[in-house]
């Protein structure tokens, strides 16, 4: 296998962007992108679109995105893993260079959620579940599905609204500083506790929200990025990921994502990592809703199983802590525009990595970052481990 790096990312406003259609949103980060990693598009040899699509006006968005990029005849493909596309496409991009098959590739992922109005967004993220066995007769939300996690933590290992809450705090808090945030403003702690239940124990502030917006990647071959003379690359070190039933009446317990575990397992023994608090540097962190990232700190073994809770409490993921988590501001806060989202999680780390974080920077000291994308309640999960 040939060794992979990522030379160039970039990222868009996320937010309500009914200012522009889903073709300019992509562009607005392929263009960062690809300035970013200096290369001429016409040098780009693949480009994997990831989008979900379901709340999008353009149905088979991946030509009219690489045509409108400068991408024609190069893209072959849409990709789609739920709210893990991104991750997704950026695998995609990732093993068509270290097969040998592309020198250059980009991944781009992009999402218009605000086309349609909550409550469609909300059935259709229902019906992305299980639709036989789940929607059609229960009329399932994702609010709901992650409800249940929360409630099953919470009786379990005594986890309370208030810990849920802090996540949500933390990451409001690190969005405040992100030019490119949903929400750039901070919230109370008092705030959070007081909005309304979404679904019990989930409150508004518990959930991330319904956002547009996208991001790229460019890598790139070891060979590819010497004949270019890029001094900065950024290397995949691990990739793993996983799947699980659809059915979640089929799930052993609802405290935990299988695919989480699995994944990262196989991303740490690929990047040669056994205590990852100490070996890396921060973590990007899927928190579709406050509980999943507390789930995420255990089920990534930062800390032990039923202890997500404390972890928030003591300060362990925030600057200064174990290790810093959402850095950006999270899905929560940052915004959750399904398929942008695995690829924004990799600008996020990439720009810790070469320390143009600004205000958010985290002192390195190992160069090492993950990135964790779940799609639907644990459907898919992906893990990155990058090092600089
Ligand atoms: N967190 C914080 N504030 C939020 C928010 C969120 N998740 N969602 C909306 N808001 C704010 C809006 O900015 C608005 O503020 P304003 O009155 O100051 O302008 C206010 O709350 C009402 O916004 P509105 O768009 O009417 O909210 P809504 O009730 O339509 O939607 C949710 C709220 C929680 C239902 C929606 O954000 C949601 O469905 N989130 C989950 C998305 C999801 O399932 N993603 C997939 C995950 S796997």
Redesign the pocket.
């Known amino acids: 296998m040939k060794r992979v790096g990522i030379i160039g990312v970039g990222c868009s406003r996320f937010g309500v962007r009914d200012d522009v259609a889903l073709q300019e949103l992509a562009f607005e980060a392929v263009k960062e992108a690809v300035q970013d990693a200096g290369v001429n598009p016409a040098d780009i040899e693949l480009s994997v679109v990831g989008t979900v699509g379901t709340r999008n006006y353009e149905l088979m968005p991946a030509v009219p995105i690489n045509e409108y990029c400068g991408f024609s005849g190069r893209g072959p493909m849409r990709v789609e893993a739920a709210?893990a596309t991104g991750s997704a496409a950026l695998y995609t991009a990732y093993t068509s260079i270290s097969s040998g098959m592309a020198d250059i590739a980009v991944a781009i992922g992009v999402e218009k959620m605000t086309e349609v109005d909550?409550a469609t967004?909300?059935a259709v993220?229902g019906r992305s579940g299980n639709y036989l066995f789940e929607f059609h007769q229960y009329g399932t939300t994702?609010?709901g599905y992650y409800a249940m996690y929360a409630s099953a933590h919470m009786a379990r290992y005594g986890t309370t609204e208030k810990q849920m809450a802090m996540v949500a705090v933390k990451n409001h808090r690190n969005a405040a500083l992100n030019p490119k945030a949903h929400?750039q403003k901070e919230i109370s702690l008092e705030k959070a506790l007081s909005s309304k239940y979404?679904a019990y124990p989930l409150k508004?502030?518990d959930?991330?929200?319904?956002s547009d917006g996208a991001a790229a990647a460019i890598l790139a071959s070891e060979e590819k990025i010497r004949e270019l003379g890029v001094d900065n690359p950024v290397w995949i070190d691990g990739v793993g990921y996983s799947s699980d039933t659809s059915n979640l009446t089929k799930r052993p317990d609802y405290v935990g994502l299988r695919t989480t575990v699995e994944a990262a397992a196989a991303a740490y023994k690929m990047a040669g990592i056994d205590n990852p608090v100490k070996q890396l540097d921060i973590a990007v962190v899927h928190d579709?809703f406050t509980i999943a990232e507390i789930m995420a700190y255990e089920d990534l073994r930062f800390c032990s199983k039923g202890e997500g809770g404390k972890f928030i409490e003591n300060g362990d993921s925030d600057f200064g802590g174990r290790i810093p988590v959402n850095t950006f501001g999270g899905l929560k806060a940052k915004g959750?525009p399904l398929g942008a989202t695995g690829v924004a999680m990799a600008y996020e780390a990439v720009k810790q990595l070469r320390e143009e974080a600004g205000p958010l920077q985290v002192d390195l000291k190992n160069y090492r970052a993950l990135t964790h994308n779940i799609g639907g309640t644990g459907h898919f999960g992906w893990v990155f481990i990058l090092r600089r």
């Open positions: 709210c909550t967004s909300l993220g994702f609010p929400f979404v508004l502030f959930c991330s929200p319904i579709c959750h």
